[in-house]
């Protein structure tokens, strides 16, 4: 099921896009205004003005494309259920996916509302199965949209 748009790298892809029009704005502007410049520098400043235009519009369209582009729940929940490096207070703390040891400095993910522990791509396998923490049954992906709606803000 697809849910919101991937509008997480927008703001980079625009920037991207601003900065090559600018570049193409002051090399188009250096073209105009100096007149007695070399053949070599009139076209390096016109490949730069070309490229720059080039490069404007493939960050517009990425752009466009990108907004329309929806995730998954799955997707959102990997993205704010970030998985982290683990460092065993305890020892014999086991996956409660699969119920075998988590190994020291392993990546996992952490239920955000039972602190329960699993290995990373049992996880990421879960995800596929349900949405749900297996050990307390919270929604991951209410966690997820709460957390994405707090960033947005």
């Known amino acids: 099921m ?20 600018i570049l193409g704005i002051i090399s188009l502007t250096l073209m105009l205004t100096l007149e007695q410049i070399s053949v ?10 070309v490229s720059s235009i080039i490069i404007s519009l493939l960050c517009l369209i990425t752009v466009f494309t990108s907004a329309s582009e929806p995730i998954t729940k799955k997707e959102l929940i990997i993205m704010y259920l970030r998985p982290s490096k683990y460092y065993p207070k305890k020892q014999n703390i086991e996956c409660m996916i699969c119920k075998l040891e988590i190994d020291k400095h392993k990546m996992i993910y952490t239920c955000p509302y039972c602190n329960s522990l699993y290995h990373k791509d049992h996880f990421q396998q879960w995800l596929n199965i349900d949405t749900s923490c297996p050990v307390c049954n919270q929604d991951f992906y209410k966690y997820a949209l709460k957390t994405y709606k707090k960033t947005k803000n």
């Open 40 to 49: 070599a520098l009139k076209t390096i400043l016109v490949l730069i003005l």
């Open 2 to 21: 697809k849910i919101i748009g991937k509008d997480l790298s927008l703001k980079s892809s625009m920037l991207f896009t601003i900065f090559f029009f």
